[in-house]
Nanobody, 135 residues
């Protein structure tokens, strides 16, 4: 059974940066698209970014971003460490949220590319990590 564990986050000051990590166990990490979502207090969960699977030994991947986040957010992956990352720069108080990572195993490339923001792709979810941005 695939399990995801997020780390990083915590209290940060506005204008700073942070890097969130997500480690996958119980599956072949290279075969999973990894997505990042966030949920701010009183709001619905929203898509942030995703990165495609590479396959074992592969190095080619694609990244997907919500238009709202592409300027300050960077998604990446390290297959050797079974981990995906989300870097957030120029943090703002409105970035305060619980950030979740999620995994989708070998989704159809074209179909995923059309609806990469949809939660239905992701069968496994982490418990989330809190990012709190203060002025």
């Amino acid at each position: 059974q695939v399990q995801l564990k997020e780390s990083g986050g915590g209290p940060v000051q506005a204008g700073g940066s942070t890097r969130l990590s997500c480690t996958l166990s119980g599956g072949t990490f290279a075969n999973y698209n990894m997505g990042w979502f966030r949920q701010a207090p009183g709001k619905e969960r929203e898509f942030v970014a995703a990165i495609s699977w590479t396959g074992t030994g592969g190095h080619t991947y694609f990244t997907y971003y919500s238009d709202s986040f592409k300027a300050r957010f960077t998604v990446s992956r390290d297959n050797a460490k079974n981990s995906a990352y989300l870097e957030i720069g120029s943090l703002k108080p409105e970035d305060t949220a619980v950030y979740y990572c999620a995994a989708a195993r070998l989704p159809n490339f074209r179909e995923f590319g059309e609806t990469y923001y949809a939660t239905f792709w992701y069968s496994s979810w982490g418990q989330g990590t809190q990012v709190s941005v203060s002025l």
